[in-house]
């Protein structure tokens, strides 16, 4: 089925696929088509009405308006018994929200909003009780009431699950056809079919049929001498009927042509970023988790920083008030960026899932999610910015003057910018989550070592202008030096460019080094997202 619908990721494919006499083009056929995980992949921060909306609005041709759009989402979400649940969020898998047969309900409801032609299903009710099986199947049914094809790979169904389809094709454990063909009422046809086999023991009243077709074919039950499933079916009138039928769909109707899309995806690019922006923001939003953990542990580390360096910006008569004014930056730089960039990982690689499974759908392509991803973090991360920035400003006792608080901040958002986009490339660029840690590990220590922190003279300025440049670079305009005094000025600048070998000249060369920090990590994290893919099926 993975290789049908496209989806197969690992080993490799050989042959050819044609539908309606027409090959197969990937890209033509994800349109028209649905494909539902056994694992049911959703953001857990969405409504189930906002998972809908956001898969219908991205797969659904942009002439639909959002009335008709409306519509017909209610009446998917009617159809799928999801009515009643459409304010609910989502959840994760076994925790809050949805439970496993609504979640699976929701995969095919997501599925079905960008009205496919056929729909594919794997293991529809794996690991769900009897009555989630049943509700499923249920639903199964009335999709394909309507009119829709829809096919799906079973394992061990029970005998009201089983004989809700209508047609069966069993392979045995090479791949080799055994039967293809109708089911009949209670399975009558395919019964019919096995016990017509010379050696085939009868079904007994009240046995499942399923059951009893895999007892009949199984490995041990082919090493009976004279039977020989595939050849036995490759005999029958069912295989010559199957093989009409094969010859007469495999020719193109009489002047028909092959189905084509204008462009890629249904939505132009502009509309995907938007659409999927719309979405991080929710998700975003809701995520108190991550969103306030962040904002907490902010305004912990401010108030920590602000009462052990408590009124140190205009001291300045000792060496030690600077070593210890630039410490205190130095130390919040790396406190609050590497609490950015671990926080961001769990939340991208989390993204990252959802991300494989609605690009392989044909939902947006890689440059739309990546710009939501990044654009989301600027306002949090400014907000971030202003309750640690107005705290141990005011706290530490700098002198407030505009420039130089614009300075303080202009350098602490970048700074927590290039830190937070750097985390989601270590997750873009990485498999899993450990080798993520242990890639993210090394460049704080690296980064840590090089800095310039523990350097003194000209060799330390460079480490601190390419990465730690912002503790640098606030120091002469946070330490409060004004014309009145200018000697005392003097002799900070001179120490700072003896000392540290860092110009205050080039204060715009680091704020430009920081900025293309930023930029570069984010291009990167795009980049891996658009090219690297460690999804294996």
């Known amino acids: 089925m993975d290789v049908l619908a496209g989806r197969k990721t690992g080993g490799y494919t050989e042959g050819t696929i044609n539908i309606s006499g027409y090959q197969k083009k990937q890209e033509t056929f994800c349109r ?3 494909y539902c995980e056994q694992s049911d992949i959703h953001s857990p921060h969405l409504t189930v009405l ?4 956001f898969s219908a ?3 659904l041709p942009s002439e639909i308006d959002s009335i008709k759009r409306k519509i017909f989402v209610d009446d998917v979400m009617e159809l799928l018994e999801l009515t009643s649940l459409q304010a609910t969020h989502v959840g994760h898998g076994g925790g809050n929200g949805l439970s496993n047969e609504q979640r699976r309900r929701l995969t095919i409801a997501v599925e079905l909003v960008a009205n496919p032609s056929i729909i594919f299903m794997d293991e529809p009710t794996s690991g769900l009780d009897a009555r989630a099986a049943s509700i499923v199947m249920r639903t199964m049914r009335n999709l394909a009431d309507t009119g829709k094809t829809v096919v799906c790979t079973i394992h061990q169904p ?14 045995n454990r090479g791949g080799e056809e055994i039967y293809v063909g109708p089911l009949g009422e209670c399975s009558s046809q395919m019964i019919r079919y096995f016990e017509e086999i010379e050696g085939v023991k009868r079904i007994k009243d009240g046995y ?4 009893w077709m895999l007892e009949v074919t199984s490995t041990i039950q082919e090493q009976e001498p004279g039977i020989d499933l595939p050849a036995i079916y490759k005999d029958s009138e069912l295989y010559q009927r199957n093989q009409n039928l094969i010859r007469g769909i495999s020719m193109p109707p009489p002047y028909s042509t092959d189905l084509h899309f204008p462009n890629k995806y249904a939505q132009s690019f502009f509309k995907q970023c ?3 922006f719309w979405k991080q923001n929710l998700s975003y939003w809701r995520n108190i988790h991550y969103t306030g953990g962040r904002y907490f542990i902010t305004i912990v580390i401010a108030l920590l920083f602000g009462t052990v360096f408590w009124n140190l910006g205009m001291k300045r008569s000792k060496r030690q008030d600077l070593f210890n004014a630039m410490g205190s930056m ?11 960039a671990s926080g961001i990982q769990p939340v991208v690689a989390m993204e990252r899932i959802i991300f494989y499974k609605e690009r392989t759908a044909g939902m947006y392509s890689a440059l739309p999610y990546t710009f939501a991803q990044v654009a989301i973090e600027l306002p949090y991360i400014f907000i971030q910015t202003l309750i640690y920035g107005a705290l141990v400003y005011t706290m530490i006792g700098f002198e407030w003057m505009a420039t130089k608080f614009f300075w303080y901040l202009f350098f602490m958002y970048f700074t927590l910018l290039y830190f937070t986009f750097f985390g989601m490339m270590s997750v873009g660029l990485a498999p899993d989550g450990t080798i993520t840690a242990i890639f993210a590990s090394f460049f704080y220590g690296f980064w840590n070592l090089f800095s310039g922190g523990f350097l003194s003279g000209r060799g330390g300025a460079t480490g601190y202008a390419q990465l730690l440049g912002p503790c640098m670079a606030w120091v002469p305009h946070s330490l409060g030096m004004s014309k009145r ?12 460019r003896s000392y540290y070998g860092f110009r205050h000249e080039l204060l715009g060369v680091v704020a430009a080094v920081i900025m293309a920090f930023a930029v570069a990590f984010a291009f990167i994290f795009g980049f891996s997202v658009k090219y690297i893919n460690f999804q294996r099926k």
């Open 208 to 211: 499942n049929p399923a059951t």
């Open 158 to 171: 029970s005998i009201d699950i089983f004989e809700t389809f209508d047609e069966l094709l069993l392979l």
């Open 330 to 340: 130095y130390s919040a730089i790396l406190m609050l960026g590497i609490q950015n």
């Open 274 to 276: 938007v659409i999927c």
């Open 50 to 53: 906002e998972s809908l909306v």
């Open 57 to 59: 609005w991205l797969r």
């Open 32 to 34: 028209v088509f649905g």
């Open 485 to 496: 005094n200018w000697k005392l000025v003097r002799t900070v600048a001179e120490f700072l």
